[in-house]
């Protein structure tokens, strides 16, 4: 079993930076991802990382403004969010895939956290 909680979520305006972090317990897993949800919208993906080799794979929306890193170690995952714009608002939620590698799919991860919020001011 794993658990995972985010933390780090929060109120900033646009243009600013937040830093969220996502702990896992339990097995460990090969691939971390984020993705968000907006209200009355679908759950899309943000970032992922694989600690196979370290390889990460971003959405096209966040490309050059978020940075996905990991430390399978210290079991956490992060998202360093820079620049951010009202259109970033959503829930944020940590997700582990246990096998298998990149992925943009919601249904390649086998556990999610509770989410964090994330809410940008114009």
């Known amino acids: 079993q794993v658990q995972l909680v985010e933390s780090g979520g929060g109120l900033v305006q646009a243009g600013g930076s937040l830093r969220l972090s996502c702990a896992f317990s339990?097995?460990?897993?090969?691939?971390m991802g984020w993705f968000r949800q907006a209200p009355g919208k679908e759950r899309e993906f943000v970032a992922s990382i694989t600690y196979t080799d370290g390889s990460t794979d971003y959405a096209e929306s966040v490309k050059g403004r978020i940075t996905i890193t990991g430390d399978r170690t210290q079991k956490t995952v992060n998202l360093q969010m820079n620049s951010l714009k009202p259109d970033d608002t959503a829930v944020y939620y940590c997700?582990?895939?246990?096998?298998?590698?990149?992925?943009?799919?919601?249904?390649?991860?086998?556990?999610w956290g509770q989410g964090t919020q994330v809410t940008v001011s114009s």
């Open positions: 997700a582990a895939r246990v096998v298998g590698g990149l992925s943009r799919r919601t249904g390649a991860y086998d556990y």
């Open positions: 339990g097995r460990g897993s090969s691939t």
